[in-house]
């Protein structure tokens, strides 16, 4: 079955700090590939997408990702964490245009001043 | 510019009653999905249309769950004879294909508490 698996159900990092967010999937097949975002009480909001452009994805707030397909990854990075990024971290792949997002189970990011 | 709304925000219940929630999407999306998310959980996959059509329904998911589109535009969600399992945050996407690889619009979600 597809699948997609974050590594970590919490990270803490100081502010200031790099921020990295595990995620990989399990398919040999190229999918397109989002992380989003949830502050508490609030909805998804879309930090970035892959969609088979470039590898290197750049989103909102200075978030960044990479696609691996050799690794199947598509960690989630920032370079320096700020206290409002504190949020829960959803990876979601689909493996076709317009159709389900398969989740993660969510990795909680805090940010020590 | 509306986003997604969903209606009601918060539904409290009794086990076995019927509940319905419903999705306006932003206009123009043509395409509609339903997702649970527990606590501690990503979003798990219910269902979607494309217009008023039904085009993928969960395996997963019971047969006292039960979605429309009617006229391809909100959508209405029903749960039958609710079960404390059924508490959740129901919630409810749309994307128009075509533009920016499947980007999803997701709604402030609608969350269901059985007793």
């Known amino acids: 079955a597809q699948s997609v698996t974050q590594l970590g159900s919490h990270v803490s990092v100081s502010e200031g700090a790099l921020v990295l967010l595990r995620c990989n999937y399990s398919s040999s097949v190229p999918p397109y590939l989002f992380w989003y975002v949830q502050y508490p009480n609030q909805g998804l909001q879309l930090l970035l997408k892959y969609t088979s452009a470039a590898t290197l994805v750049k989103g909102i707030n200075g978030f960044e990702a990479e696609f691996k397909k050799s690794e199947t990854s598509f960690h989630l990075t920032k370079p320096s964490a700020h206290m409002s990024d504190a949020a829960e971290y959803f990876c979601?792949?689909?493996?076709?245009?317009?159709?389900?997002?398969?989740f993660g189970q969510g990795t909680e990011l805090s940010v020590k001043p | 510019d509306t986003g997604v709304s969903q209606n009601p925000r918060h539904k409290i219940t009794k086990r076995g009653q019927n509940v319905t929630f419903r999705c306006d999407p932003i206009s123009e999306h043509n395409r509609l999905y339903w997702y649970r998310q527990t606590l501690g959980q990503g979003p798990e996959f219910l269902t979607y249309f494309q217009n008023e059509a039904q085009l993928e329904k969960s395996r997963l998911l019971s047969d006292r769950f039960s979605a429309e589109r009617p006229k391809g535009s909100f959508s209405t969600l029903e749960i039958q004879r609710t079960e404390q399992g059924d508490s959740a945050m129901y919630l409810c996407?749309?994307?128009?294909?075509?533009?920016?690889?499947?980007?999803?619009?997701f709604g402030p979600g609608t969350r269901l508490t059985v007793l």
């Open positions: 996407a749309s994307s128009a294909p075509g533009q920016g690889g499947n980007e999803q619009f």
């Open positions: 979601a792949v689909s493996y076709n245009q317009g159709g389900k997002l398969i």
